[in-house]
Nanobody, 125 residues
Framework: QVQLVESGGGLVQAGGSLRLSCAAS????????MGWFRQAPGKEREFVVVINWSDSSTIYADSVKGRFTISRDNAKNTVYLQMNDLKPEDTANYYC??????????????????WGQGTQVTVSS
């Protein structure tokens, strides 16, 4: 079984920055993609960003393009999400996700096989 452990959430003022981390542990993760989703209170979980291991290609949700950046550390099986210029609408529980398939097109929850427990990001106005 693969475990995903997130860290880095917290409270920040609008315009500020946070960096989330997600480490995959357990049996060797020979996956193809890792990414982030988020879920605000009363709303459905939505896609944020994914990075594919094979070629480092990325897909971003329109709402975060130009503000969020995903990166990876292959040796550590870890992905990072640098979030800049945060807005109150970015407030949500952020979930790390990992999967065995390269993700293309419009990413969905079904593209991923493992999920973290989530880390809360709160942006005050």
């Amino acid at each position: 079984q693969v475990q995903l452990v997130e860290s880095g959430g917290g409270l920040v003022q609008a315009g500020g920055s946070l960096r989330l981390s997600c480490a995959a542990s357990g049996r060797t993760f020979g996956g193809r993609a890792m990414g982030w989703f988020r879920q605000a209170p009363g709303k459905e979980r939505e896609f944020v960003v994914v990075i594919n291991w094979s070629d480092s290609s990325t897909i971003y949700a329109d709402s975060v393009k130009g503000r969020f950046t995903i990166s990876r550390d292959n040796a550590k099986n870890t992905v990072y999400l640098q979030m800049n210029d945060l807005k109150p609408e970015d407030t949500a529980n952020y979930y790390c996700a990992a999967g065995y398939r390269t993700v293309v097109g419009t990413p969905a929850q079904r593209d991923f096989d493992f999920w973290g427990q989530g880390t809360q990001v709160t942006v005050s106005s």
